[in-house]
């Protein structure tokens, strides 16, 4: 269980793959747990118009945005700080080991875990957006990096294979 959380080591990519979905499914579940002990988020509780309806059609979205954050329909920020730390204790580990394997620095993914502890309602603040598109396509390639580069278990068995022939 421990190795569960420990960040030394190496992980292949379909190690990190599969981990990372697993992870990811208990994530879920685990977000789901925590709603369940603070239940300030009603989803029902709307008077909010249609994003796509003809008075909002063509228009500029900040006021839908500002809408949108104020309408109480976000969870708390004690709901998303709780979310952004376990989504840090589940995903941590195997991605501070998948850097080691493919020899990046740990200082590329401090961003992403930076990104899981932003509240949703500065990410529906008009001024924020971009910057928050912008984090999320670094961590959208620092996470292809991390996927698909190879690493040292493959290049080993590279190594191996061509020193058979």
């Known amino acids: 269980m421990l190795?569960?959380?420990?960040?030394?080591?190496?992980?292949?990519?379909?190690?990190?793959?599969?981990?990372?979905?697993?992870?990811t499914i208990l994530l879920i579940v685990a977000i789901f747990l925590v709603s369940l002990l603070f239940p300030d988020f009603s989803p029902y509780d709307t008077n909010l118009p249609e994003p796509f309806s003809t008075?909002?059609?063509?228009k500029d979205t900040d006021?839908?945005?500002?809408?949108?954050?104020?309408?109480g329909l976000l969870p708390s920020i004690l709901q998303q700080t709780c979310n952004g730390f376990l989504a840090f204790v589940f995903f941590a580990p195997i991605t501070?080991?998948?850097?080691?394997?493919?020899?990046?620095d740990p200082r590329w993914i401090v961003p992403k875990f930076l990104l899981m502890f932003v509240p949703a309602q500065v990410s529906f603040t008009p001024g924020a957006l971009g910057i928050l598109m912008l984090l999320f396509i670094y961590t959208f390639v620092i996470?292809?990096?991390?996927l698909f580069k190879p690493g040292q278990a493959f290049k080993e068995w590279a190594r191996s294979r061509n020193s058979l022939r």
């Open 55 to 58: 008075e909002h059609f063509g």
């Open 143 to 146: 996470e292809i990096i991390l």
């Open 96 to 104: 501070i080991r998948r850097a080691s394997d493919i020899n990046m």
């Open 63 to 71: 006021a839908y945005m500002i809408a949108i954050r104020d309408s």
């Open 3 to 23: 190795k569960y959380f420990d960040p030394r080591g190496y992980i292949g990519r379909l190690s990190y793959f599969k981990s990372a979905f697993i992870r």
